[in-house]
T-cell receptor
């Protein structure tokens, strides 16, 4: 199993550009989530999904969209990038709900100029 | 909503000594408390967790204790080794939502 994969590993955007961060898992997990990690602030939940076709907002959803058309994939879309979105983004999946082990992807380091 | 505070933000201990990291939470309905370890440049990984029906859980040199009355839980690492150097995150989950709420992290430094 590849586990949770994310692409790209690194990305530089200009303010106002849009892009999609890809996340995929091959463990047939129902629960997937997107976090951003900023220095000294831990992990903050952006959006999550409890299954295909179902998504919901987390703590910091503004400026981001998600979709979950399949169990395997959970892309995160930045609508109009801003410097405040410079961060490391982690995707995670869990077999059950949030009370099971979260398996994280390797992360995407995003810089917005 | 839930709020998780984690202390200290940085902890430096001598190799072989013990390290303790403490987290407090606000939602009395929280029932699941995991701890994750993140080495530099790597992804977070679960090291131990505890549920609200248990007061303590151990796994070799790592233990977690939970005090539901005081709404705090702690990570204990004994006989620290260089490979324990990392950032440790606590988190809390409540059945009132599907989200884990995370502490800000503790950078653990093991001095040789």
């Amino acid at each position: 199993n590849a586990g949770v994969t994310q692409t790209p590993k690194f990305q530089v955007l200009k303010t106002g550009q849009s892009m999609t961060l890809q996340c995929a898992q091959d463990m047939n997990h129902e629960y997937m989530s997107w976090y951003r990690q900023d220095p000294g602030m831990g992990l903050r939940l952006i959006h999550y999904s409890v299954g295909a076709g179902i998504t919901d907002q987390g703590e910091v959803p503004n400026g981001y969209n998600v979709s979950r058309s399949t169990t395997e994939d959970f892309p995160l879309r930045l609508l109009s990038a801003a410097p405040s979105q410079t961060s490391v983004y982690f995707c995670a999946s869990t077999e059950g709900l949030a009370t099971d082990t979260q398996y994280f992807g390797p992360g995407t380091r995003l810089t917005v100029l | 909503g839930e709020n998780v505070e984690q202390h200290p933000s940085t902890l430096s201990v001598q190799e072989g000594d013990s390290a303790v990291i403490k987290c407090t939470y606000s939602d009395s309905a929280s029932n699941y408390f995991p701890w994750y370890k993140q080495e530099l440049g790597k992804r977070p990984q679960l090291i131990i967790d505890i549920r609200s029906n248990v007061g303590e859980k151990k796994d070799q040199r790592i233990a977690v204790t939970l005090n539901k009355t005081a709404k705090h839980f702690s990570l204990h690492i004994t006989e620290t080794q260089p490979e324990d150097s990392a950032v440790y995150f606590c988190a809390a989950h409540s059945d009132s939502n599907y989200q884990l709420i995370w502490g800000a992290g503790t950078k653990l430094i093991i001095k040789p």
